[in-house]
């Protein structure tokens, strides 16, 4: 079964810097990546999304690429600020096998 | 537009005692339906999935059940808990078709003492 790995962990940044989390995907068959926010005890919100057809996506101030020749994609945060501080979590999904398997978590701080 | 229902918010229960969470969604039909753990300070943990009425994957083998009596309802159950089982339960839903976007219900907090 899908397999995602995230990293790192835990990630503090410099307000106004920018901030990178990563993750691999172990099933080729995976087509749809998003990423969710969670704030302390709230449930995690969708804030980006990307298709195996496409390569990067970008909202404002957040982008997402995909590599899928090495199974991996990653979520690009600039000029953060500090609502930014969350955990942020990548995720993977194969239509056709109708479930979604989460990475682990990156705590990300946003130093004043 | 679509929301989805989870209750209660939170939940204080002894060992050994039975559960039952309860998901609803509305405005939509034939959705996927989803039950995820979050123990303290760590990752979402899918349990189960549901693509239909009676339709049940379980994704980890432990005390818990799931059933989906209704279309839009998708209920999480144990008939005896453990103090193991104590984490963040949300529930979530995705539509039908090719738009997988997940969305999650505001969760229950279950403590087992």
């Known amino acids: 079964g899908e397999n995602v790995e995230q990293h790192p962990s835990t990630l503090s940044v410099q307000e106004g810097d920018s901030a990178v989390i990563k993750c691999t995907y172990s099933d080729s068959a995976s087509n749809y990546f998003p990423w969710y926010k969670q704030e302390l005890g709230k449930r995690p919100q969708l804030i980006i999304d990307i298709r195996s057809n496409v390569g990067e996506k970008k909202d404002q101030r957040i982008a997402v690429t995909l590599n899928k020749t090495a199974k991996h994609f990653s979520l690009h945060i600039t000029e953060t600020q500090p609502e930014d501080s969350a955990v942020y979590f990548c995720a993977a999904m194969h239509s056709s096998a109708s479930k979604i398997i989460f990475g682990s978590g990156t705590r990300l701080s946003i130093r004043p | 537009s679509q929301t989805i229902h989870q209750w209660p918010a939170t939940l204080v229960q002894p060992v050994g005692s039975p559960l039952s969470l309860e998901c609803t969604v509305e405005g939509t039909s034939n959705p996927n339906l989803y039950w995820y753990r979050q123990a303290a300070g760590r990752g979402l943990q899918l349990l189960f999935y549901s693509v239909g009425i009676g339709q049940i994957s379980s994704e980890v083998p432990q005390n818990l059940s799931a059933s989906r009596p209704q279309d839009r309802q998708f209920i999480l159950s144990s008939k005896k808990l453990l103090l193991s089982d104590s984490g963040f339960y949300l529930c979530?839903?995705?539509?039908?078709?090719?738009?997988?976007?997940?969305?999650f219900g505001s969760g229950t907090q279950l403590s087992v003492l």
């Open positions: 979530a839903w995705t539509p039908r078709g090719r738009d997988e976007k997940l969305f």
